[in-house]
């Protein structure tokens, strides 16, 4: 039994270099560090998110399960309704299930918001966050989930039928299973064909997502008469690093996100997920104008130490902790 | 037999796909940000030999498959199967048939010990060990001194097998070689 950590001390002082230059950034841009709870009595409702679940001895009023968190969002939005401003957080985040060369299911997030800004305003940071801790001149390409469906796929993702979406999963990805819904067909195409094209070299930033993918963003019309997430996910060597919306405002509207996500949990026969009403009654209140980013900070050392696999940057995954 | 689900593959596992036995070489999890996780798979079809690559949801399983592999002796031929006895002390035989011995027939000595993989309790393939010695039965007289570096002759093994020995090898001589490559290696260590 190895007791060893699985990164080298190199790695291990490169994080902390890297934590170091975030911190800078972050001050010279009067951003404020805030702290929030990892434990929760709500979590994401997102049926392929799985939160870890936490048995607490409480008093009676209090609900003895808690969920550790899959990202500070709901905390930190409360922050932000409060007055807080601009706010980044550096913390553990939990996901269930989430294991292989890529994924630990406890990992370091980066997340941050910017009152005020739209989301290519917060983008334009993200790119300038990433340039100062990589340093490696990498250029910006910009590309949409559409145009990025047409260059590597030849079909549009909007109108594309789901018995075509299907026969592709077949013939590009090995899929043989039962015929898979519209967004889990997506998902394996873009996450099989497309994303190993993506930040080759570069940055790659994906945007306007479909809507039925838009989580807590914000949803437009966009140019074609197609309704798009504001939503941004950005690439470095094919490997998904950050996901940053224009964050929804709208109480009733994020109300309803959450009760079509319990049912669609039912549908596959998940467990509802109880509604963050502290959260919802922030946003009724006033959340003001924001975008905010989740960036895996794990992610971002692997790119920036060129490692090939998340346990040469994390002390000691899962398997070994 | 049990269920195995995708995040319990791990490479050597045996599992049932389409209908044949398969051995896992490889499992890559694959999730878009906040989007559906998928398993890319490598197998070996043990049946085959073919690898395939499948993809599965995560979370999905597989039937496990009956195979396990046996030390077994080789004991000898009846001209349509190859027998073999297993060696931790049961005496238990198996009939391996063309199929499974497959290309180990050109390694099997009475005697030594094969891998035998077993599907249901019948053998699906023989492996040999990575080397055997084994008696050069015909090849053309090797002249005495004739160790310079560089030419070869074909020699017949008792096993049937044809390789290509060095020059100064005669008949009756034990020779060690390498079931994986087919090739000479040295004088078998135990003369």
Request: proline letters at 4%; glycine letters at 8%.
């Amino acid at each position: 039994m190895s007791w060893q950590p699985s990164a080298t001390l190199d790695a291990i002082r490169v994080r902390a270099d890297v934590y170091h230059q975030i911190r800078a950034f972050f001050y010279e841009r009067g951003v404020l560090e805030v702290e929030t709870p990892a434990l929760g009595s709500s979590t994401a409702t997102d049926p392929l998110l799985k939160s870890l679940q936490v048995d607490l001895e409480v008093s009676p009023e209090q609900s003895p399960v808690l969920y550790l968190q899959t990202s500070p969002e709901f905390p930190m939005k409360r922050l932000l309704a409060s007055g807080s401003g601009s706010i980044y957080q550096i913390c553990k985040t939990f996901r269930s299930g989430e294991v292989g060369g890529r994924h630990n299911p406890e990992f370091t997030m980066l997340e941050w918001y910017r009152a005020g800004m739209d989301l290519w305003a917060l983008m334009d940071e993200v790119v300038a966050l990433i340039q100062r801790v990589l340093d490696d001149g990498r250029s910006v390409e910009s590309l949409s989930y559409a145009d990025a469906f047409a260059r590597y796929l030849e079909i549009d993702p909007f109108c594309c039928d789901l018995e075509s979406l299907n026969a592709l999963c077949v013939s590009r990805c090995g899929w043989s299973g039962q015929a898979l819904a519209r967004d889990d067909a997506l998902d394996l195409l873009i996450s099989t064909v497309i994303e190993p094209h993506l930040g080759n070299n570069c940055m790659t930033l994906l945007h306007s997502y479909p809507a039925s993918q838009a989580s807590l963003a914000q949803v437009m019309t966009d140019d074609k008469g197609r309704l798009v997430a504001q939503r941004c996910e950005l690439y470095l060597d094919g490997l998904e690093i950050a996901n940053a919306y224009e964050e929804l405002l709208d109480e009733s509207e994020q109300r309803q996100r959450f009760l079509a996500d319990n049912e669609k949990r039912d549908e596959i026969g998940s467990f509802d997920i109880p509604l963050d009403e502290r959260l919802l009654q922030a946003m009724a209140s006033g959340l003001p104008d924001c975008s905010g980013v989740a960036l895996g900070l794990d992610r971002l050392l692997m790119i920036k130490l060129g490692a090939k696999d998340i346990s040469e940057v994390i002390a000691f995954p899962f398997h070994i902790s | 037999m049990a269920n195995f689900s995708t995040n319990e593959f791990r490479s050597g596992l045996k599992v049932m796909l389409d209908g044949d036995p398969c051995s896992i070489i490889d499992n890559e999890f694959v999730k878009p940000g906040k989007g559906q996780a998928f398993n890319r798979v490598k197998l070996r079809n043990l049946k085959s030999g073919r690898v395939w690559e499948r993809t599965f949801k995560s979370g999905e399983s597989l039937e496990g498959a009956d195979v396990m592999e046996y030390d077994m002796e080789y004991l000898y031929n009846d001209g349509e199967f190859w027998h073999f006895m297993m060696t931790d002390g049961s005496f238990e035989q198996h009939a391996a048939d063309e199929k499974a011995v497959a290309d180990a027939v050109k390694w099997l000595k009475e005697q030594d010990v094969y891998v035998v993989t077993l599907y249901n309790g019948a053998p699906l393939s023989v492996t040999a060990p990575n080397f055997v010695e084994l008696e050069v039965i015909e090849t053309d007289p090797g002249l005495k001194g004739d160790t310079a570096q560089g030419g070869s002759k074909p020699a017949k093994f008792s096993t049937g097998a044809v390789v290509n020995v060095p020059l100064f090898v005669n008949v009756g001589e034990k020779l060690r070689i390498d079931t994986r490559t087919g090739e000479y290696v040295s004088r078998a260590k135990s003369e």
